[in-house]
């Protein structure tokens, strides 16, 4: 490797250099746009490019008691934006059932699935279509002072009565988050006193799997059970466990 030295040894400062010439101090290009909360810097064209949008993921887990605490503190570390997180029951006594509903632009959802992926209690996570079965269980508490208004709105939305007492009615609406959110604004005419929700539940439509690993585990069950002469439980069944 040759070099350019002067009769000191050191190079020539003046000397006509080849090769690329960097910009100076002053002409780089300094970034801009705002920070995340963490103090990573965002890229504006890239989230211009990915509007948020609200969907639902559901993650296969093994049924064990801490779960639900490793799933939320992955949540609160990233600070993914849950909408509502519901854990239940599935076919198989070793597993259950997480149903998350995220508002997140499309980054955000895959990194959801990503990191859920890397939990060890998790068996297998997916992103459910649009056309997936999603219900939502709502119970409100609400002013009895027009009792007939009241009972024509609970037709409306098809809820059904739970408890009627003087002066409070408590109802329970059952739909989709959209429906539950008409229903509840419905009844606040009457003046809602309390109110609980569940998070959403949901399944693949059909046939379809909601996640990748249950045909294998619930043909599995289905062996299992005929050779004990016992019925295998219901397929896909959920419980509600947790309120939004």
């Not at 490797?1 to 002409?27: C, I, K, V, W, Y």
């Not at 508490?141 to 003087?166: G, I, N, R, S, Y």
């Not at 693949?204 to 043909?219: L, M, N």
Request: avoid cysteine.
């Amino acid at each position: 490797m040759s070099e350019d030295r002067t009769g000191s040894g050191f190079a020539d400062p003046h000397a006509d250099r080849d090769g690329l010439q960097g910009p100076g101090p002053n002409e780089r290009e300094r970034p801009s746009g705002r920070r995340s909360t963490e103090g990573v810097r965002v890229d504006p064209d890239a989230e211009a490019s990915h509007p948020e949008r609200r969907t639902t993921i559901s993650a296969l887990v093994k049924h064990e008691p801490g779960v639900l605490a490793e799933v939320a503190g992955l949540v609160s570390r990233r600070r993914f934006d849950i909408d509502s997180l519901t854990v239940g029951q599935t076919t198989n006594p070793e597993t259950a059932r997480m149903t998350l509903t995220i508002e997140e632009p499309e980054p955000g959802v895959r990194q959801v699935e990503k990191q859920l992926e890397k939990l060890v209690p998790v068996i297998s996570v997916r992103e459910l279509g649009r056309d997936a079965v999603r219900r939502e269980l709502a119970v409100l508490k609400v002013h009895d002072d027009d009792p007939a208004a009241v009972e024509a709105v609970a037709e409306m939305f098809d809820a059904k009565t739970l408890d009627a007492e003087p002066g409070t009615v408590t109802v329970e609406v059952t739909g989709s988050s959209a429906e539950v959110d008409r229903a509840i604004e419905a009844f606040q005419r009457f003046g809602v006193r309390e109110l609980t929700r569940t998070g959403t539940a949901a399944l693949a439509r059909g046939t379809e799997w909601t996640t990748d690993a249950e045909q294998a585990r619930y043909e599995r069950t289905r062996t299992d059970a005929a050779s004990a002469g016992t019925t295998p439980p219901t397929e896909g069944a959920e419980a509600y466990t947790d309120d939004d």
